[in-house]
């Protein structure tokens, strides 16, 4: 859930999500500006053993740039369990059912895995009954997300996925081999980002077009993911009282899509896939960018605001990316020109040229 700031609102909003049958709550230390599990603790009381808690914290490397800063060392298993104690003193509980690593990349995952490091930290609160189950949250490649799941460490896996195949950090990542490979492993799967950020809650006309039987687009969306028998249960940032009604009917109602209507979404999936690979197919080789510039990000809101039609939508991820702090920006106009993404796309792409254009369209009244 993104909960609003203003408990009067967030509270009533997961007390009714309760009452109507949603069980599992993800929340993280750093959510909603540190918020959330203040909120996710407040809405639960009472309802402790109802519901499936879920949070994470990142494992840190030393030199990387995290949201609060440039990071001076290796997270460690004490910085773990401090942590942890610090989100059962905010939910307001003595035990969590799923503690994920959040963001865990492949390169991280020496750090997560060390001797005594977070990894065992957590397993030592599982052995205390702390901790139900120990996962993941990713963006990282499909070959790392199989890599990660193949230690045998992890319970649970949480990935970007959603009916356009898009609005993930890595944009035409193709999540579905590893989704099987966790069904194969018996690892839940929990799927962020089943409304693609917000894109699905715009009319795409296409889109709206293929199963003719269904109400809305959000109701699509959902059963897509929940026709995959690989998929444990999407997570949907709800920010208001009717998305929480929406949700819960759509999947208190749902039936799965028949091979028929499946093979309809399919061939949507493929046509717009193919439309969206012809320009910047988002493997990320160009960057890091100097400037920091994210030029995949940038060149996937122009795509997504010029074949999907969605431009508001495109238009506003654009300002807030523009609005965030130096280590989030990266929009295209701190490009000095240095051309040395261009060396580096295999789509030998005029990235230069291309940023501008994206930035005037993303820009324009
Ligand atoms: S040309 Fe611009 S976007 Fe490309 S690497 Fe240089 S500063 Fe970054
Ligand atoms: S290297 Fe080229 S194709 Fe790959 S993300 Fe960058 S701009 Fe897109």
Not at 200 to 203: A, N, S, T, V, Y
């Given at each position: 859930m993104r909960l609003p700031p203003d408990n009067s609102l967030a509270i009533p909003m997961i007390r009714r999500a309760v009452e109507l049958g949603i069980n599992y709550f993800e929340t993280s230390t750093s959510y909603c500006q540190n918020r959330s599990e203040i909120q996710v603790g407040l809405g639960l009381k009472g309802h402790r053993d109802d519901v499936y808690i879920s949070t994470k914290s990142h494992v840190n490397k030393k030199g990387q740039m995290s949201f609060a800063g440039m990071v001076e060392r290796d997270s460690t298993g004490e910085d773990f369990k401090n942590i942890l104690e610090e989100s059962f003193h905010k939910l307001g509980t003595d035990h969590v059912d799923f503690y994920q690593f959040h963001g865990l990349t492949y390169e991280n995952l020496p750090i997560a895995m060390a001797e005594g490091g977070p990894l065992d930290a957590l397993k030592d609160a599982k052995d205390h009954g702390q901790i139900g189950h120990i996962g993941f949250t990713s963006h990282d490649t499909t070959e790392n997300l199989i890599k990660m799941l193949d230690t045998g460490e992890f319970e649970s896996m949480t990935v970007y996925h959603n009916i356009l195949q898009t609005g993930g950090h890595r944009l035409h990542e193709n999540v579905l081999p590893a989704i099987e490979h966790a069904r194969k492993m018996g690892v839940g799967v929990i799927i962020m980002g089943p409304l693609g950020g917000g894109i699905?809650?715009?009319?795409i006309e296409e889109l709206h077009k293929i199963i003719p039987g269904t109400s809305s687009q959000v109701e699509l969306a959902f059963k897509y993911l929940l026709s995959n028998p690989g998929i444990t249960t999407p997570i949907s940032g709800m920010t208001r009282m009717s998305d929480v009604e929406e949700n819960a009917k759509v999947a208190s109602e749902y039936k799965p899509l028949s091979a028929k209507e499946m093979t309809q979404v399919k061939k949507f999936i493929s046509k717009y896939f193919s439309l969206m690979e012809r320009f910047c197919t988002g493997c990320s080789y160009c960057q890091p960018c100097p400037q920091g510039v994210r030029i995949p990000e940038i060149f996937r809101f122009m795509n997504i605001s010029n074949i999907y039609g969605v431009k508001t939508w495109a238009k506003e991820q654009y300002a807030r990316m523009r609005a965030r702090g130096p280590f989030g920006r990266g929009s295209a106009d701190l490009c000095i020109q240095c051309g040395e993404c261009e060396k580096k796309c295999p789509q030998k792409l005029s990235i230069r040229d291309e940023l501008k254009k994206a930035h005037t369209l993303l820009t324009s009244s």
């Open positions: 699905l809650g715009i009319p």
